[in-house]
Protein backbone atom coordinates (compact mmCIF):
# COMPACT_ATOMS: atom_id res chain seq x y z
CA UNK A 1 0.00 0.00 0.00
CA UNK A 2 1.46 3.31 -1.12
CA UNK A 3 2.27 5.63 1.99
CA UNK A 4 2.86 9.59 1.50
CA UNK A 5 3.97 11.50 4.86
CA UNK A 6 4.71 15.09 4.34
CA UNK A 7 6.52 17.53 6.55
CA UNK A 8 8.42 20.79 6.93
CA UNK A 9 5.32 23.40 7.05
CA UNK A 10 4.85 25.64 9.47
CA UNK A 11 3.86 29.29 10.37
CA UNK A 12 6.36 31.97 8.35
CA UNK A 13 5.51 35.59 7.70
CA UNK A 14 5.37 37.01 4.55
CA UNK A 15 8.18 37.02 2.27
CA UNK A 16 9.52 34.24 4.15
CA UNK A 17 10.50 30.08 2.85
CA UNK A 18 9.83 26.91 3.38
CA UNK A 19 10.91 23.71 2.14
CA UNK A 20 8.48 20.81 1.97
CA UNK A 21 9.45 17.30 1.88
CA UNK A 22 7.27 14.01 0.62
CA UNK A 23 8.46 10.81 1.15
CA UNK A 24 6.88 7.79 -0.67
CA UNK A 25 6.84 4.15 0.34
CA UNK A 26 5.25 1.25 -1.01
CA UNK A 27 5.65 1.87 -4.88
CA UNK A 28 8.26 2.10 -7.32
CA UNK A 29 8.64 6.04 -7.10
CA UNK A 30 10.96 6.86 -9.63
CA UNK A 31 8.58 5.90 -12.20
CA UNK A 32 5.73 8.13 -11.63
CA UNK A 33 5.75 12.42 -12.01
CA UNK A 34 4.39 13.42 -9.21
CA UNK A 35 2.65 16.74 -8.14
CA UNK A 36 2.37 19.41 -4.54
CA UNK A 37 -1.02 20.37 -4.34
CA UNK A 38 -2.51 22.11 -1.76
CA UNK A 39 -6.39 23.23 -0.14
CA UNK A 40 -6.90 26.14 1.86
CA UNK A 41 -10.02 26.65 4.13
CA UNK A 42 -13.34 26.56 2.17
CA UNK A 43 -11.44 26.16 -1.34
CA UNK A 44 -11.36 22.80 -3.89
CA UNK A 45 -7.60 21.06 -3.32
CA UNK A 46 -5.23 22.35 -6.71
CA UNK A 47 -2.07 21.37 -8.08
CA UNK A 48 0.70 24.26 -7.80
CA UNK A 49 3.26 21.97 -9.14
CA UNK A 50 4.54 18.39 -10.97
CA UNK A 51 8.02 17.53 -11.69
CA UNK A 52 7.98 14.26 -14.22
CA UNK A 53 10.16 11.38 -14.76
CA UNK A 54 13.16 13.29 -16.13
CA UNK A 55 12.96 16.27 -13.82
CA UNK A 56 10.66 18.77 -16.43
CA UNK A 57 8.76 20.67 -14.08
CA UNK A 58 5.27 22.64 -14.56
CA UNK A 59 3.98 25.49 -12.15
CA UNK A 60 1.00 26.77 -11.90
CA UNK A 61 0.82 30.79 -12.91
CA UNK A 62 0.46 31.85 -8.99
CA UNK A 63 3.30 29.97 -7.66
CA UNK A 64 5.34 30.80 -11.19
CA UNK A 65 9.12 31.79 -9.92
CA UNK A 66 8.65 31.68 -5.95
CA UNK A 67 8.18 28.12 -5.76
CA UNK A 68 10.32 24.76 -7.22
CA UNK A 69 10.01 21.49 -6.97
CA UNK A 70 12.54 19.11 -7.33
CA UNK A 71 13.09 15.30 -6.56
CA UNK A 72 15.52 12.39 -4.91
CA UNK A 73 14.60 9.17 -6.55
CA UNK A 74 17.52 7.35 -4.34
CA UNK A 75 15.65 9.15 -1.47
CA UNK A 76 11.50 8.43 -2.66
CA UNK A 77 11.14 12.24 -2.04
CA UNK A 78 9.81 15.40 -3.62
CA UNK A 79 10.67 18.72 -2.10
CA UNK A 80 8.61 22.13 -2.52
CA UNK A 81 11.07 25.07 -2.37
CA UNK A 82 8.81 28.07 -1.59
CA UNK A 83 10.11 31.36 -1.50
CA UNK A 84 8.19 35.08 -1.26
CA UNK A 85 5.42 33.66 0.70
CA UNK A 86 2.10 35.03 0.32
CA UNK A 87 -0.98 35.29 2.97
CA UNK A 88 -2.40 33.51 0.00
CA UNK A 89 -0.30 30.91 0.32
CA UNK A 90 -1.53 29.30 3.23
CA UNK A 91 -3.06 25.89 2.60
CA UNK A 92 -2.57 22.19 3.86
CA UNK A 93 -0.10 20.49 1.54
CA UNK A 94 0.00 17.46 0.01
CA UNK A 95 1.92 15.08 -2.56
CA UNK A 96 0.63 12.96 -5.09
CA UNK A 97 1.16 11.37 -8.29
CA UNK A 98 0.39 13.34 -10.92
CA UNK A 99 -1.68 12.34 -13.11
CA UNK A 100 -4.24 10.15 -11.50
CA UNK A 101 -3.19 10.36 -7.86
CA UNK A 102 -3.05 7.61 -5.46
CA UNK A 103 -5.83 6.68 -4.17
CA UNK A 104 -4.58 7.40 -0.13
CA UNK A 105 -3.56 11.05 0.36
CA UNK A 106 -1.03 11.71 3.40
CA UNK A 107 -1.95 13.74 5.98
CA UNK A 108 -0.58 16.95 4.09
CA UNK A 109 1.69 19.69 6.01
CA UNK A 110 0.12 22.80 6.69
CA UNK A 111 1.41 26.51 5.91
CA UNK A 112 0.03 29.43 6.96
CA UNK A 113 1.61 32.94 5.98
CA UNK A 114 0.68 35.33 8.65
CA UNK A 115 2.82 38.66 10.35
Known amino acids: QVQLVESGGGLVQPGGSLRLSCTASGTIFSIYAMGWYRQAPGKQRELVAR???????VYADSVKGRFTISRDNAKNTVYLQMNSLKPEDTAVYYCNKEPMPFASWGQGTQVTVSS
Open 51 to 57: IGISGTT
